[in-house]
């Protein structure tokens, strides 16, 4: 089975400044996605950024981008020019490609707590 | 172009009762899946449902259980309520098309959730 973990409980960050969140996973699969998705206090669930595990190019999303690194299995997501409203829950989330069989569900962390100061 | 909506926002039941929630999907999508969210955890996969079955299912036990209705509406429904049921519960959406029920690479689109204490 999948796992995804997310190490850092609670990050904080200055207003315009950089940040970065950890994701490493656990998989046997050679093709997968990986997904950052925010969650602010209104509850809904967005998607930041996504990785077809394929492509060894990282994605990047205007100010988002990953450090994605495939044999270590680490995912991370960088945030360049911190605004107040980055601040939310960040989950990083896995999911088997059509490749493998296919799937909808999501595997996510625990999350990160991300706070961004003025 | 409403995206995906959860109804209601927020309920309290007791130990023991059964409890019905509700998701449409956002227009154009066929796929729904529910989580279910703890304070302070991540979202776990409840089911996934594409043309009115259940296609996939995590580590969920019987009691919970779920519908999808032709306008690719959907239910989830929890009997025998636990205090551990305590939880945001999540409905997500997706258009699959042909892609057979699973995968495909359309974007998943979450609703605000709906809160549910159990006393």
């Known amino acids: 089975a999948q796992t995804v973990t997310q190490s850092q409980p609670e990050m904080s960050v200055q207003e315009a400044e950089t940040v970065t969140l950890s994701c490493t996973y656990d998989?046997?699969?050679?093709?997968?996605?990986l997904f950052w998705y925010k969650q602010p206090p209104s509850r809904q669930m967005i998607l930041v950024i996504r990785?077809?595990?394929?492509?060894?190019q990282n994605a990047t999303e205007n100010r988002f981008s990953v450090n994605f690194q495939k044999a270590a299995k680490s995912f991370s997501l960088k945030i360049s020019d911190s605004q107040l409203g980055d601040a939310a829950m960040y989950f990083c989330?896995?999911?088997?490609?059509?490749?493998?069989?296919?799937?909808?569900?999501?595997?996510f962390g625990k999350g990160t707590k991300l706070t961004v100061n003025p | 172009d409403a995206g995906v909506t959860q109804s209601p926002t927020h309920l309290i039941k007791t130990r023991g009762q059964q409890v019905t929630l509700r998701c449409s999907p956002k227009?154009?999508?066929?796929?729904v899946s529910w989580y279910q969210q703890a304070l302070g955890q991540g979202p776990q996969f409840i089911f996934q449902?594409?043309?009115?079955?259940?296609?996939q299912r995590g580590n969920f036990p019987d009691r919970f259980s779920g519908h999808q209705f032709p306008n690719y509406s959907s239910e989830l429904n929890v009997n025998a309520l636990l205090l551990g049921d305590s939880a945001l519960y999540l409905c997500?959406?997706?258009?699959?098309?042909?892609?057979?029920?699973?995968?495909?690479?359309?974007?998943?689109?979450f609703g605000e959730g709906s809160r549910l204490t159990v006393l």
């Open positions: 997500a959406s997706k258009q699959l098309g042909t892609s057979g029920g699973r995968g495909g690479t359309g974007e998943l689109f």
């Open positions: 998989t046997s699969e050679s093709d997968y996605y």
């Open positions: 227009s154009g999508h066929d796929t």
């Open positions: 990785q077809e595990a394929y492509k060894q």
């Open positions: 449902y594409y043309e009115e079955e259940e296609r």
């Open positions: 989330a896995y999911r088997t490609s059509e490749t493998q069989g296919g799937s909808e569900k999501l595997v």
